[in-house]
């Protein structure tokens, strides 16, 4: 049971390059988040899924795009890269309350 | 907005030593309050998680206690060991079983000297 699964664990973009994160989570919660992590500030909500077809925004969207393919798999997209995306992303899924992450992709914008 | 406050930023104690994570929050309407834990380059491991109308709950060597009327929340760690060490997060809850309305501490760096 790998739980919740993240790739690329790195990544290095030129600015206004394009890339896709990729989580994926086996535990058939219906739920899927996005976020990034900077120093001081915390966890931040990019998007999220509360179930399959369903997106909605967090409260840092701006830049990012999100699919979520089917129950399982919940990609996040960054169309022109930017220096201000360098960050740490994680995935997570919910269950009664309890959040699982993925162990995240750690990104940098150049 | 909800702000959630988690001082000190770092704390380093000897092997052994019993001691208190905080967690403070400006809104006490919460649903619940989660505690994690997260080690270098890894993402982060539900410890426990406190409903509103729950005080504490205890796993192994930690107890999580909940005071909402005071906007806080205490980590407890017995008998602390180097194992122990990373970076111990608090997550405030407004909503029931949805992460949309869930605001992260900053988090305390916890380093047990061997």
């Known amino acids: 049971n790998a739980g919740v699964t993240q790739t690329p664990k790195f990544q290095v973009l030129k600015t206004g390059q394009s890339m896709t994160l990729q989580c994926a989570q086996d535990?058939?919660?219906?739920?899927m988040y996005w976020y990034r992590q900077d120093p001081g500030m915390g966890l931040r909500l990019i998007y999220y899924s509360a179930s399959e077809g369903t997106t909605d925004k967090g409260e840092v969207p701006n830049g990012y795009n999100v699919s979520r393919l089917n129950k399982r798999e919940f990609s996040l997209r960054l169309e022109s890269a930017a220096p201000s995306q360098t960050s740490v992303y994680f995935c997570?899924?919910?269950?009664?309350?309890?959040?699982?992450f993925g162990s995240g992709t750690q990104l940098s914008v150049l | 907005k909800q702000e959630v406050t988690q001082i000190p930023a770092a704390l380093s104690v000897p092997e052994g030593e019993n001691l208190v994570l905080n967690c403070s929050f400006t809104?006490?309407?919460?649903?619940?309050l989660q505690w994690f834990r997260q080690d270098p380059g890894k993402g982060l491991t539900s410890l426990l998680l406190i409903q509103s109308s729950q005080r504490e709950q205890t796993s192994g060597r930690l107890n999580a206690s909940l005071d909402k009327s005071s906007g806080r929340s205490t980590l407890y760690i017995a008998a602390s060991q180097p194992g122990d060490s990373a970076t111990y997060l608090c997550?405030?809850?407004?909503?029931?079983?949805?992460?949309?309305?869930?605001?992260f501490g900053s988090g305390t760096q916890l380093t047990v000297l061997p």
């Open positions: 997570a899924s919910i269950v009664q309350g309890r959040l699982f």
């Open positions: 997550a405030v809850g407004r909503t029931s079983g949805s992460a949309r309305q869930l605001t």
């Open positions: 809104d006490s309407a919460i649903y619940n």
């Open positions: 535990m058939n919660h219906n739920s």
